[in-house]
């Protein structure tokens, strides 16, 4: 019953260092997407995906960059981290249609020093 | 641009009251979802309402879609500590590219 798996759950980071957050999920989902959620904020989508081989902008997408090479996993990249990345990072997945809800993992827990 | 402006921001309330959260927007929505999310976690759906009008009862839980399909909201009856968390609401819109965009939710504690 595992879901939406994210790892790591906390990272530290230097400024200019790069990182890859790895997400997986064992539903069988055709969209996965990656959220960011700051204070005051809320949740704001930076990539989506809408199936294997595919990726697309959303909100936020400066300074990230993602790849789907398999169904079941969506990366999200950092080339060169920077402060403003400092934020909780969650990755969903869902069924294509309105009607179908998101499945969200238990988020990764980025700081930028 | 805020799509969805929730209210209130914060609710602080003592065990067995009763309380409602809004979800507003100017634009229409194709659907809206309610999510509940604890510390350390991330959202859990609640709820999907796609009809204008509609209204989803979900044990103590009474969710709401306006008929202009502008609005939402949820009503909680006799609430348990348990209750406590950030809830979110969420919507289909037409310019979004069928993603879903989200309010910054109202974080209620409930006190025992």
């Known amino acids: 019953n595992a879901g939406v798996t994210q790892t790591p759950k906390f990272r530290v980071l230097k400024t200019g260092q790069s990182m890859t957050l790895l997400c997986a999920q064992d539903?069988?989902?055709?969209?996965m997407y990656w959220y960011r959620q700051d204070p005051g904020m809320g949740l704001r989508l930076i990539h989506y995906?809408?199936?294997?081989?595919?990726?697309a902008k959303g909100e936020v997408p400066d300074g990230y960059n993602v790849s789907r090479l398999k169904k079941q996993n969506f990366l999200l990249g950092l080339e060169s981290a920077a402060p403003s990345q400092t934020s909780v990072y969650f990755c969903?997945?869902?069924?294509?249609?309105?009607?179908?809800?998101?499945?969200f993992g238990s988020g990764t827990r980025l700081t930028v020093v | 641009t805020q799509l969805l402006e929730q209210s209130p921001q914060f609710l602080s309330i003592q065990e067995g009251e009763n309380l409602t959260v809004y979800c507003n927007s100017s634009?229409?929505?194709?659907?809206l979802q309610w999510y509940r999310q604890e510390p350390g976690e991330g959202p859990v759906l609640l709820v999907t309402?796609?009809?204008?009008?509609e209204v989803k009862k979900l044990k103590r839980l009474t969710f709401q879609f306006g008929d202009a399909r502008k609005d939402s909201s949820l009503h909680i009856t006799a609430a348990q500590p348990g209750d406590t968390g950030l809830y979110l609401c969420?919507?289909?819109?037409?310019?979004?590219?069928?993603?879903?965009?989200f309010g910054k939710g109202t974080k209620l504690s409930v006190k025992p």
């Open positions: 969903a997945s869902s069924r294509p249609g309105q009607a179908y809800g998101y499945t």
């Open positions: 539903m069988n989902h055709e969209y």
């Open positions: 995906s809408v199936g294997e081989g595919t990726t």
């Open positions: 634009s229409v929505f194709s659907s």
């Open positions: 309402v796609v009809t204008g009008g």
């Open positions: 969420a919507g289909v819109h037409g310019g979004s590219q069928g993603n879903l965009i």
